[in-house]
């Protein structure tokens, strides 16, 4: 499955922005779905991994009760839900489907005034 990423941009700090992510194919069949950033510099960082089976959702302790990840299966599209953004939120944005080691493009969030 190939994997996009979509709606990034420019947003004030405190402000909130919603992402997306459109799967190639079908979503019902993946289990599990997430969201990474790479900041410059840096390395990737996990923030979510949802599970479809189990229905948890795990969040690094770094945008736990900011950021809320959610699916639509019907149109094939994982979407990552953004408040209270910081400027430490500034990077490139990717979604991916771990099981199936597929990574799609990032979407660049820049946080600043």
């Known amino acids: 499955v190939q994997l996009q990423a979509s709606g990034g941009g420019l947003v004030q700090p405190g402000g909130s922005l919603r992402i997306s992510c459109a799967a190639s194919?079908?979503?019902?069949?993946?289990?599990?779905m997430g969201w990474y950033r790479q900041a410059p510099g840096k390395q990737r960082r996990e923030l979510v991994a949802?599970?479809?089976?189990?229905?948890?959702?795990l969040y690094d302790d770094s945008v736990k009760g900011r950021f809320t990840v959610s699916r639509d299966n019907a149109k094939n599209t994982l979407y990552l839900q953004m408040k209270s953004l910081q400027p430490e939120d500034t990077a490139v944005y990717f979604c991916?489907?771990?099981?199936?080691?597929?990574w799609g493009k990032g979407t660049q969030v820049t946080v600043s005034s």
């Open positions: 991916c489907a771990p099981e199936l080691n597929s």
């Open positions: 194919e079908s979503m019902f069949s993946i289990n599990v």
């Open positions: 949802s599970s479809t089976i189990s229905g948890r959702e």
